[in-house]
């Protein structure tokens, strides 16, 4: 069971165009989503999140989007640079304090010169 | 600024072996979590510890055990090894009351089991 999708395994865009990854839940309980950036042979790194009582979170050139009546979020990258080229994951947890994340599947994203 | 260590980054086993893998979490984050992430999935939640104790408890096998210690590093020890636990294994690590549960990851540990 799913609980976090993110629906587009590949996503490929020009450099200095915007990229546009998106991210559907199915429980009402998720109170915080975070996205994380991963390239190969590496952990998983944090990039910026967004709790249930915003619908907007802005940090320089990546903006999350939640729509909680929809349960979809997105992540915008604008402008998009090559060194942005990775797998962009989608996590969402419960509530704050020490409670486990649940990922999406993931979207690679390519971003050519 | 510091990071999740995680050692070793590389581990080789045969199937039947047992494995320890070590996390040592950023200074004065208190909870740390173990993920197991197979080839072409998402990262699955095993085991976290807060404050030394066992918090949540996801999927993780009856042959693995964790637990987290006094300088809240923390292991995660998998016996009877099997060809399916070939895997990275990612630990994180955050702090009580941070706003959206930000966690932390370290590099990873990947585990290959023959």
């Known amino acids: 069971d799913q609980q976090v999708k993110q629906n587009s395994p590949s996503l490929s865009v020009q450099e200095g165009r915007i990229s546009i990854l998106n991210c559907d839940y199915t429980?009402?309980?998720?109170?915080?989503f975070l996205w994380y950036k991963k390239y190969p042979a590496e952990g998983p790194t944090f990039l910026i999140s967004i709790s249930s009582i915003k619908d907007k979170n802005e940090d320089g050139r990546f903006t999350v989007f939640l729509n909680k009546s929809a349960k979809h979020l997105s992540l915008h990258i604008v402008p998009s640079q090559p060194g942005d080229s990775a797998v962009y994951f989608c996590?969402?947890?419960?509530?704050?304090?020490?409670?486990?994340?649940?990922f999406g599947t993931g979207t690679r994203l390519l971003v050519s010169p | 600024a510091a990071g999740v260590i995680q050692s070793p980054r590389h581990l080789i086993k045969e199937k039947r072996e047992t494995a320890t893998l070590k996390c040592y979490p950023i200074?004065?984050?208190?909870?740390v979590y173990w993920y197991q992430q197979g080839p072409g999935q998402d990262p699955q939640f095993l085991i976290s510890?807060?404050?030394?104790?066992?918090?949540d408890k996801g999927s993780i096998p009856d042959r693995f055990s964790a637990q987290q210690f006094s300088d809240y590093h923390s292991e995660l020890n998998m016996s009877s090894l099997e060809l399916g636990d070939s895997a990275l294994y990612f630990c994180?690590?955050?702090?009580?009351?941070?706003?959206?549960?930000?966690?932390?990851f370290g590099p990873g540990t990947r585990l290959t089991v023959l």
């Open positions: 429980n009402s309980m998720f109170d915080y």
């Open positions: 996590a969402a947890s419960p509530n704050t304090g020490f409670q486990k994340l649940v």
């Open positions: 510890f807060y404050e030394k104790m066992q918090s």
């Open positions: 200074p004065r984050h208190d909870t």
């Open positions: 994180a690590s955050s702090q009580t009351g941070n706003s959206y549960n930000e966690q932390f």
